[in-house]
């Protein structure tokens, strides 16, 4: 058949774009979230959420979205802990705040840069709980029903470990976890978890609902899960 | 359109006879991967947008359905091109790489140009068939890196992602587009869904591709 072979070299020209793509990726999303973060910040239609861009993916792992209003909600602090307590929405907003801009990096690759969250120190509420002296560790529940992550004790005291009741200076949406949630600063997302409604401090650590799926229960950025992104 | 001011001795063929376009296992392999890649591009959709991942939740199942299905998609495509049965899609693949003078012109004038005699398929079918068959492997190649993620670096896993997110963004248009031209022209639908298309359909519109199935040189006014 005669002709130019225009379409070969469109298949092998998009197959070279692919590959380029995988290796120089990482570094062409950075540039680009440079350059164009500032034009998405100002885009009134919202339909810039869908482009690739610095953006948060959204995961649920049951069959719908939870979600309580302020009113509905309650924290329950318990387990190893001398005084068991409940926490109003409106109590835990009273407790002293603590202000955190910290990167989100989430195991899959994904990162959201200089996110503003606020909320109370966890190592705060264990304190007002008493933690008893053989409690090692603290398990967490989600009111989705089925989410559930760990922390050790020493990691919980850590001072970038909060309770968030805001994210990027608003109440968290139900997406994003809200009315409450985790923040684990230092760790990969999964280890903060969403729809955060009680604490229980426990004699050992139980890995929760990824890590029965094989991700690390000590999830630290760039040091766990065979990745080395930078610390957050 | 020049078929329907054929005088009617111009030819052997009678403006209605049927032509054969796709045989059977060509429309088989086309329904098949239409059907995957809708499964494929739905799901997609969910485990990406935010809003429907929360409308939905399931994300296991949705995303194992969205990498089983995905990786079935070259499957389908192996069956049809084997040598077995493949023998028209071949041919129509040695079609849709080839670019005619004709072709060209057609795509620098986005088809307004009416001296234009094409083959059995316009440019804008060729560029895109092209497209979509690299495309779909390199989200098959990208959508395993980050299925199983573990022998590679990070920096390629984030590139992957990255690739994987904006190929489908350009595979959506693609697929969209595909979608209008085909509900544009029934008969060309039919000619995917039957097999068949009609001998004034294949004259006006695909001249040559005419002329070479039925033999009919007959005067075309142009």
Redesign the interface.
């Known amino acids: 058949m005669d002709g130019t072979p225009v379409g070969r070299r469109v298949f092998f020209g998009i197959l070279g774009v692919g590959a380029v793509g995988v290796l120089w990726g990482a570094k062409a999303q950075d540039w680009l979230e440079k350059a164009v973060a500032p034009l998405v910040a100002k885009d009134g239609t919202g339909l810039s959420a869908f482009l690739p861009i610095g953006r948060f993916r959204i995961y649920t792992v049951t069959g719908d979205l939870p979600s309580k209003s302020h009113s509905e909600y309650s924290l329950k602090v318990g387990g190893l802990v001398d005084s068991p307590f409940t926490l109003t929405y409106e109590a835990l907003r009273a407790l002293p705040p603590t202000k955190m801009t910290k990167d989100f990096q989430c195991v899959t690759g994904w990162r959201v840069h200089e996110v503003k969250w606020q909320g109370v120190l966890l190592g705060d509420l264990l304190d007002r709980a008493g933690v008893k002296a053989r409690a090692k560790a603290i398990r967490f529940k989600s009111f989705d029903g089925t989410y559930t992550e760990s922390l050790t004790l020493s990691q919980a005291r850590r001072k970038d470990v909060i309770v968030a009741y805001q994210m990027e200076g608003g109440d968290i949406s139900a997406e994003h976890g809200g009315p409450v949630r985790l923040y684990v600063a230092p760790m990969y997302g999964y280890k903060s978890i969403k729809w955060l409604d009680t604490i229980e401090l426990t004699d050992q650590v139980e890995p929760g609902y990824w890590e029965h799926y094989g991700y690390d229960v000590d999830g630290w950025v760039g040091r766990s899960n065979g990745r080395d992104d930078n610390a957050t | 359109m020049a078929a329907t001011t054929t005088p009617p001795d111009a030819g052997a063929v009678p403006p209605e006879a049927i032509i054969e376009r796709f045989d059977r296992v060509e429309r088989i392999a086309h329904w098949l991967n239409a059907s995957l890649f809708g499964v494929v591009m739905l799901t997609g959709s969910i485990?990406?947008?935010?809003?429907l991942?929360?409308?939905f939740?399931?994300?296991?199942i949705v995303r194992t359905l969205h990498v089983y299905c995905g990786l079935a998609i070259p499957v389908a495509f192996l069956i049809a091109y084997s040598p077995r049965w493949g023998r028209a899609l071949r041919r129509d693949f040695?079609?849709?790489?080839?670019?005619?003078?004709d072709?060209?012109r057609w795509f620098r004038t986005l088809g307004r140009d009416r001296n234009v005699r094409l083959g059995k398929f316009n440019a804008g079918q060729?560029?895109n068939?092209?497209?979509v068959?690299?495309?779909a492997?390199?989200m098959v190649?990208?959508g395993s890196?980050?299925k199983w993620?573990?022998p590679f670096?990070?920096?390629?896993?984030?590139?992957?992602?990255?690739?994987h997110?904006?190929?489908a963004?350009f595979i959506w248009i693609s697929v969209l587009g595909h979608i209008w031209f085909a509900f544009a022209d029934s008969e060309a639908l039919r000619g995917m869904w039957r097999g068949t298309v009609t001998a004034r359909w294949a004259k006006a519109h695909r001249p040559r591709w005419y002329e070479e199935t039925t033999g009919d040189h007959g005067d075309l006014t142009e």
């Open positions: 485990l990406y947008i935010g809003q991942s929360v409308l939740g399931n994300r296991e040695a079609r849709i790489n080839r670019w005619s003078q072709d060209k060729k560029l068939a092209a497209f068959v690299a495309a492997l390199v190649g990208t890196i980050m993620f573990e670096p990070v920096d390629v896993r984030t590139g992957a992602t990255f690739v997110d904006w190929f963004f």
